[in-house]
């Protein structure tokens, strides 16, 4: 049995609204991202220190943080007591994340799980390696290159997206994929702008899984759109664009609705560690599917009106 079988609605006479809406939410975001000096970057791109520890018992993020406000190693002080400090996955489990620091002592990591090992003795494992559940430290040179290699990745991926829909399409077809791509990505990006969310490597694995999915729903609707164009010559363009997604319906609600069911529930339950890349692929399904239908498909009939003039 279909879902939305025989579905009749007039998309494209709320395209005006449509584009509105989309134009406030990408003007928010990249106002936000305008205001904050870019998005927030995690160390994966900054460089820096990274720590999980696990304690016995229940610990309380503000008795962490104040034992961070004077931290001696090797013979230098440290005030980490402003640096984000939070529960990692359980009210037992604590990260820190500490920015690159220019001559930092040998083992940095190291020292600081010692300095968190050492100040709660009572709430310790009797072997700090099981004490430990993560540390790293990234430097600055390797984030930039990182970082670096993140963009290419995504303007990579969007060039050749615009390439293969060339191809399989026209080319008015590629310019409405890639500017639904564009749009769900800066929605995402802007969203985790307002929320001060990090910008870590999954979640730059999140975008490009967005433009993925996004990508795989636009071109069920453009296909449909090439088949009824040879099957009714005789009907309006915005028409036949109107009927191709109704047609499509089924398939994309199916598709969407149950892969936000899944993120959903691996935003809900997943833990600290993928919370903000479900969170991004939460964000990344609505979006993209909206997109399909407005972005993608208005900016196709906006071209070929332009080209019929």
Known sequence: ???????????????????????????SGLLSLFINGGPK??????????????????????????????????????????????HFGSKSAVSLRVPHIENSPANFSQKIVIHLFDSFPSKTPDDITNFILSKGVVSPKIGSELSGKAVMAIISAL????????????????????????HDVLITLGMFSLLSYEISLPIIAAFLTI???????????????RENLKSSRNQAYTAVVNTSINESLSRTVITSLTTFVVVFILWVFGGEVIHNFAFAMIVGVIVGTYSSIYIASTLVIYLHERSSN
């Open 1 to 27: 049995m279909r879902i939305l079988k025989n579905s009749n609605f007039d998309f494209m006479s709320k395209k005006v609204l449509a584009l509105g809406l989309s134009a406030i939410i990408v003007f």
């Open 159 to 182: 060039g050749l997206i615009m390439l293969y829909i060339s191809v399989r399409f026209e080319f008015k077809f590629a310019l409405g994929a890639i500017a639904a791509l564009t």
């Open 41 to 86: 970057l995690s160390m994966d791109f900054k460089g820096g220190a990274f720590v999980a520890v696990q304690y016995s018992e229940e610990i309380n993020v503000n008795e962490v943080r104040n034992t961070l406000g004077n931290i001696n190693i090797d013979g230098q002080s440290f005030d980490f007591s402003k640096e984000e400090v939070k």
């Open 211 to 225: 433009v993925g999915y996004s990508l795989n729903d636009t071109i069920v609707i453009f296909d449909r759109i």
